[in-house]
């Protein structure tokens, strides 16, 4: 009996375990190899095999990568395209991308790793080493990238960094909201901006969510007490088909548009109880 209700007790940690905790899904493309150095599919596997090994993060799988490349039309893009490697990441349905580049330079050779935020477009990771004994150290300096990866501690959610004092308070139709300081870096598409607010932690909470239209026009008319709101349209997440809600905060014109398209994004929560002391 003893036994079995310890075995009952293990089982329950490693539920609570699993429901809490999800990696991160990363798609590894091919190196750009710019010096065709034939080494692309191995140092690739390295990178794969480095990810894999990480306790955030997992990659796609190389043949389930390709597969999706190919049905995208997918075309080798430079380590620096972050805009192309973001929308490509996210038409494949992975959380980041892992881009690298290889070019010989004199007798070495010149390797460039780093790790795409899907969400937010934003850089989790970048790397860049050179080889000192041409071939000879070339998968050893892979191999350093590769174990880089592996200790990455990665958060997915935005990275919006502000004073907590720039958080603001406004009242929309008698229920308070806390609002964030910052708009993300980068527009988003609406199925994008939804997730970006609901996956957020931020200022020790985690119950972010994209406006509905009510609320974003709250926004618009206490636009003057919020901080770096654009003079464009913001999503909200009232939607009809196709289509969702969206307003030009400068003018307060509201219109449903495309949900592919790209608008900015301004998550709020709503506040309950005691409002911190701090805002």
Known sequence: MKNTITTLTILVFLLIGSIGYAQKTVAVLSPNDKSNTGFGDVI????STGIAKSEDLKPLGNA?????????NYQIVEVGD??????LGRKIGADMVCVSMIQKVGSNFFITAKLINTKTASVEFQEYLQTNKGEDDLFEKVDEIAKMLTKLEVNITANIQAA??????????FIKYMVMP????????????KEA??????????DWFLPTKEQLNGLYLNREKLSGLRPEMYWSVTSVGGQANAQEIDSGDQQNVPKSSELNVRCIKAVYGKIPSNL
Request: aromatic share 8%.
């Open 44 to 47: 690739r596997e390295m990178l």
């Open 64 to 72: 389930l990568t390709d597969k999706a490349l190919k049905e995208s």
């Open 82 to 87: 972050d805009d192309k490697i973001t929308k």
């Open 164 to 173: 907590s004092d720039d958080l603001k308070i406004v009242e929309i139709d």
């Open 182 to 193: 910052k708009d993300f870096d980068n527009k988003m598409d609406y199925k994008t901006a």
């Open 197 to 206: 607010c609901s996956d957020m932690i931020a200022y020790g909470y985690d």
